[in-house]
């Protein structure tokens, strides 16, 4: 399966899950980078390794390091986009499974 292919029913399977359009162009919005990513390491998604999604957090990283909001929502949608495929069987475990979000606690605003 291409990744056009599952990016399509990854979105219909937001969609299915009564998320928001501008949820579902939030995901996509934030996976194009790491699919484009990919393609310049001639890296297929579908079997990207754990070491990869490493590197790609820590390209996000020297890139975001001092907005943890936005590497967090890239991160995020990276894991979803990957637990997607592992439900769906496309692939049997997902790399993701231990990629780690910053934390964005400290963001909100004190009462």
């Known amino acids: 399966m291409d990744t056009k292919q599952t990016l399509s029913e ?14 579902q162009d939030g995901y996509q919005r934030n996976l194009k980078p790491y699919l484009e990513w990919c393609e310049g390491k001639d890296i297929d998604p579908q079997y990207a390794k754990r070491k990869d999604l490493r590197a790609y957090s820590e390209h996000l990283t020297a890139l975001y390091g001092d907005k943890p909001y936005t590497l967090c929502v890239r991160v995020r949608s990276v894991k979803a986009y990957y637990r997607y495929l592992k439900q769906s069987g496309v692939i049997v475990s997902s790399p993701a499974d231990h990629l780690t979000e910053p934390n964005t606690r400290h963001l909100l605003p004190r009462n």
């Open 10 to 23: 990854f979105q219909t399977f937001l969609a299915a899950k009564g998320r928001t359009a501008s949820t």
